[in-house]
């Protein structure tokens, strides 16, 4: 995506377009290209439009301890929409958010949450990409409480994808890159990767095994990976 048009449009959607085969989500077995997002996405904002609860809110909620593909899913279907998503960590619960609609998803397992296999020849996408709203609320992220009270942070679509720039122009970041995440969603440093792939056509790797991550690294050929010191030690220190 150009810098003209980065911000102005769902990049799920315009990769569906200009690479629908490429790989937008790794998460174990599961490889899901940015056309079978695209579409996901599409069949999952029919099913939340057919609630009168959730189709009549500006803002949702959902719990960072469902499966990271159902978390990315409401992230770029509450894009679309232009409404605020809030991402909440297990010691917040959805339901301590007063004005939120709670999305339910029924299931733990991500085989549930992927649509049934569709021939690509059979798709219609929509070109351009549909708008979105750079500048408007986006994202809620709670904030540690350890100085206090924990806090909600507003956070713009336009501020997620100018730090995704930031970081593809100084890394060189591209289509081919793989970013392994095994850090919490309800976290922005394992929010900001699916960003940082999502500029560049790149692919995220869910990580489904967070104690063994150099086995991730060398099974998905990652090229980049977040994490915290702990992690860094391990992977350095695993075997050949």
């Given amino acids: 995506m150009t ?4 911000e102005k ?22 490889s899901i290209t940015y056309l079978e997002l695209h579409h996901w996405v599409q069949s999952f904002l029919d ?3 057919a609630s009168d609860s959730v189709a009549q809110s500006d803002k949702w909620v959902i719990d960072s301890d469902l499966p990271p ?10 894009l679309r929409l232009q409404i605020s998503l809030a991402i ?44 979105v709203s750079p500048a408007a609320s986006f994202i809620y992220l709670t904030t540690s409480g350890t ?19 930031a970081m593809g122009d100084h890394f060189s970041l591209q289509s081919s890159d793989k970013w392994l995440v095994n850090l919490p969603l309800h ?4 929010l900001a990767p699916l960003f940082r792939m999502m500029r560049v056509g790149g692919t995220v790797v869910f990580s489904d095994n967070t104690h063994d991550i150099a086995r991730d690294c060398i099974q ?8 915290v010191a702990a992690t860094l030690l391990r992977v350095i220190n695993a075997p050949d």
């Fill in 3 to 6: 810098s003209s048009n980065s």
């Fill in 9 to 30: 449009c769902c990049p799920v959607h315009y990769y569906a377009i200009h690479a629908p085969q490429a790989i937008a989500i790794q998460y174990g077995s599961l």
């Fill in 47 to 49: 099913i939340m439009m």
């Fill in 69 to 78: 593909t159902a978390i990315y899913l409401a992230l770029i279907a509450a």
């Fill in 88 to 131: 909440v960590p297990p010691f917040v619960g959805s339901d301590m958010l007063p004005g939120f609609t709670a999305l339910r998803l029924n299931s733990n397992n991500p085989d549930d949450l992927i649509l049934p296999p569709f021939s690509s020849s059979d798709c219609r996408v929509d070109s351009p990409a549909g708008s």
């Fill in 147 to 165: 100085t206090g009270l924990a806090k909600h942070v507003v956070h713009t679509f336009e501020a997620h994808f100018s730090s995704a720039t």
């Fill in 187 to 190: 976290h922005i440093s394992g």
């Fill in 220 to 227: 998905y050929r990652i090229s980049h990976l977040s994490c």
